[in-house]
């Protein structure tokens, strides 16, 4: 796949000087895929067609008319996603008609035990345990999850319900999302998003009831006024705003002194995740967006999360314009010339989101389309 570099000097030949209504896209990975382009200034979208490969920019002149350039089939190596890599069946067909409700007496039956504070019951340094239904009281409240590649039934269980003297070690997920394997963190993340949910919705929203679990714990209902609750999840974003050679970074409040990271935020209802990256980034740092690319995303269970990453591409105008942090929000946000902070990782100057992160993941991905062209 062509660098970001070279896409930039393909199409700075084929266009010129991008004017403030145009954003550049770059490639994120080698697996070819749908990429969903958002134009700040005709607020229209446009889709590629992954099996060509192909990416595009829309033409200010014209904004029906898409300029194609093809990506070779060489990539960098890229940083991982914690929770993306799930291989679990959730079956959805079992969880009604009480068909979930009989696999939990199937002796392969097993179930991931989640404690306080979104631990998890580990049994091995890179594997989640799995504990026998039989070994849990009975009539324990479980939510069927799926099924394993072997075929046995998978279920969530809460340690605090489970009133059992078993000693258990648990690890808080947010230290394991590095260390698991992927299989497992995706699991992990899934039983652990499943138990908050129960935990914060045991009485009703509309009239305080105590609502009853439905559908092998994926709907909660109250028998007083009927309301149907479903396992929630908020959608936010994070985006890499760049021009150029050169990032936008910012050290939020909170953080550690030198940690610096890519701009994020919850969308809010009524928007949609591209406008919330323009939204963001103006609030956040005054800079105005001219086009927004879809990277990629990553289950996010502290406490339901859907972290949805793009490239954001800052307007021309803007590119030399000095970032105002939002005091409130931000520390300090500033330009990063991608040698500048290659060369800062390198010597330690500066940190990075954890690894497994996805905004670690995007920073990464950056700097290293760099230190591939380089």
């Known amino acids: 796949m062509w660098s970001y570099r070279q896409s930039r000097a393909a199409l700075g030949e084929r266009v010129g000087a991008a004017p403030a209504?145009?954003?550049?896209?770059?490639?994120?990975?080698?697996?070819?895929?749908?990429?969903?382009?958002?134009?700040?200034a005709y607020g229209c979208q446009a889709r590629t067609d992954a099996r060509r490969m192909r990416e595009c920019v829309l033409m200010p002149d014209n904004p029906g008319r898409m300029a194609v350039h093809r990506t070779s089939p060489a990539a960098p190596a890229r940083p991982t996603i914690a929770f993306a890599g799930?291989?679990?069946?959730?079956?959805?067909?079992?969880?009604?008609?009480?068909?979930?409700?009989?696999?939990?007496?199937?002796?392969?039956?097993?179930?991931?035990?989640?404690?306080?504070?979104?631990?998890?019951?580990?049994?091995?340094?890179?594997?989640i345990a799995r504990i026998p239904i039989e070994d849990l009281p009975a009539g324990a409240p479980l939510t069927f999850l799926g099924l394993e590649h072997?075929?046995?039934?998978?279920?969530?269980?809460?340690?605090?319900?489970?009133?059992?003297?078993?000693?258990?070690?648990?690890?808080?997920?947010r230290q394991l999302m590095a260390e698991l394997d992927p299989a497992e963190a995706a699991l992990a993340a899934y039983a652990v998003g499943m138990v908050g949910w129960h935990r914060v919705h045991r009485?009703?929203?509309?009239?305080?009831?105590?609502?009853?679990?439905?559908?092998?714990?994926?709907r909660r209902r109250c028998p007083h006024c009927g309301l149907h609750d479903f396992p929630r999840t908020d959608p936010a974003i994070t985006m890499l705003v760049q021009t150029g050679e050169r990032c936008l970074l910012s050290r939020r409040r909170g953080a550690p002194a030198n940690r610096w990271s890519a701009l994020a935020g919850f969308v809010e209802p009524g928007e949609t995740p591209e406008e919330a990256v323009v939204r963001e980034a103006r609030e956040e740092t005054g800079i105005e967006?001219?086009?927004?690319?879809?990277?990629?995303?990553?289950?996010?269970?502290?406490?339901?999360?859907?972290?949805?990453?793009?490239?954001?591409?800052?307007?021309?105008?803007?590119?030399?314009?000095?970032?105002?942090?939002?005091?409130?929000?931000?520390?300090?946000?500033?330009?990063?010339?991608?040698?500048?902070?290659?060369?800062?990782?390198?010597?330690?100057?500066?940190?990075?989101p954890p690894p497994g992160t996805i905004g670690n993941f995007l920073i990464s991905a950056w700097v290293a389309d760099a230190e591939a062209t380089s």
């Open 289 to 352: 967006i001219a086009g927004v690319e879809y990277v990629t995303a990553q289950p996010w269970p502290f406490p339901a999360a859907l972290m949805i990453g793009f490239w954001a591409f800052a307007a021309p105008a803007d590119a030399e314009t000095n970032p105002t942090p939002d005091p409130e929000e931000l520390v300090e946000a500033r330009w990063f010339g991608r040698g500048q902070l290659a060369s800062a990782l390198q010597h330690g100057s500066i940190a990075l």
């Open 21 to 40: 209504n145009l954003a550049l896209i770059a490639p994120v990975s080698a697996t070819p895929r749908p990429r969903l382009f958002y134009n700040t």
């Open 86 to 127: 799930g291989t679990l069946n959730r079956a959805a067909y079992l969880r009604a008609g009480g068909q979930a409700a009989r696999l939990r007496h199937e002796s392969a039956s097993r179930a991931v035990l989640v404690g306080a504070d979104q631990q998890v019951a580990l049994a091995g340094a890179r594997r």
């Open 203 to 218: 009485h009703c929203g509309r009239c305080g009831d105590a609502t009853e679990i439905e559908e092998a714990g994926h």
């Open 150 to 173: 072997a075929g046995a039934a998978v279920f969530a269980a809460d340690a605090l319900d489970l009133h059992t003297d078993e000693p258990q070690a648990f690890t808080p997920l």
